[in-house]
T-cell receptor, first 110, second 112 residues
Framework: DGGITQSPKYLFRKEGQNVTLSCEQNLNHDAMYWYRQDPGQGLRLIYY???????QKGDIAEGYSVSREKKESFPLTVTSAQKNPTAFYLCASSIGDTFGIGPGTRLTVL | KQEVTQIPAALSVPEGENLVLNCSFTDSAIYNLQWFRQDPGKGLTSLLLIQSSQREQTSGRLNASLDKSSGRSTLYIAASQPGDSATYLC???????????FGKGTTLSVSS
């Protein structure tokens, strides 16, 4: 089955710790994206990558980092510099008109 | 910079009503527009995709229209059901292969 997987579904971390969210896709999509969603808000773009070994900042990149070493994987690290990291994080991928979105990871920083 | 606005933010209707959700955007030079559904605490489900050259798409009780010249799209839901209760998000791509830009959504509640 082709799709986008994000793990874990729920993640808890202590304040000040870095945490990495996983995103894997087997759709052979070229582009991958990370979005953040807060209550009552739409999705805001954090980072995106059009090809392997290349990525660009989105609208709210501060406090986040990414890597794109493989086409299938686009992990997101939430660093201690992110002032309000508790949110729902969605990973997406696309090729041409086809856009897929993963099930999301809900991160709670205690 | 492209901005996507959805009005109203919330809508409550009795079962059986036909309803329209609105989405507006500031730059008419779009590549495509999609409507998504999001259930509480869940991810997104794609409902309808309208290409820039198209004016509408239909799937079951759902019909989405696109008017680029006025910067508007509508999602029409016929004969609403309690199971339609969810948040509906409008999103568009300015160019092929670029990130989708999302509105904040309309939260729909259908009462039985």
């Amino acid at each position: 089955d082709g799709g986008i997987t994000q793990s874990p579904k729920y993640l808890f971390r202590k304040e000040g710790q870095n945490v990495t969210l996983s995103c894997e896709q087997n759709l052979n999509h070229d582009a991958m994206y990370w979005y953040r969603q807060d209550p009552g808000q739409g999705l805001r773009l954090i980072y995106y990558s059009q090809i392997v070994n290349d990525f660009q900042k989105g609208d709210i990149a501060e406090g986040y980092s990414v890597s794109r070493e493989k086409k299938e994987s686009f992990p997101l690290t939430v660093t201690s510099a992110q002032k309000n990291p508790t949110a729902f994080y969605l990973c997406a991928s696309s090729i041409g008109d086809t856009f897929g979105i993963g099930p999301g990871t809900r991160l709670t920083v205690l | 910079k492209q901005e996507v606005t959805q009005i109203p933010a919330a809508l409550s209707v009795p079962e059986g009503e036909n309803l329209v959700l609105n989405c507006s955007f500031t730059d008419s030079a779009i590549y495509n527009l999609q409507w998504f559904r999001q259930d509480p605490g869940k991810g997104l489900t794609s409902l309808l995709l309208i290409q820039s050259s198209q004016r509408e798409q239909t799937s079951g009780r759902l019909n989405a229209s696109l008017d680029k010249s006025s910067g508007r799209s509508t999602l029409y839901i016929a004969a609403s059901q309690p199971g339609d209760s969810a948040t509906y998000l409008c999103a568009l791509a300015n160019q092929a292969g670029t990130a989708l830009i999302f509105g904040k959504g309309t939260t729909l509640s259908v009462s039985s």
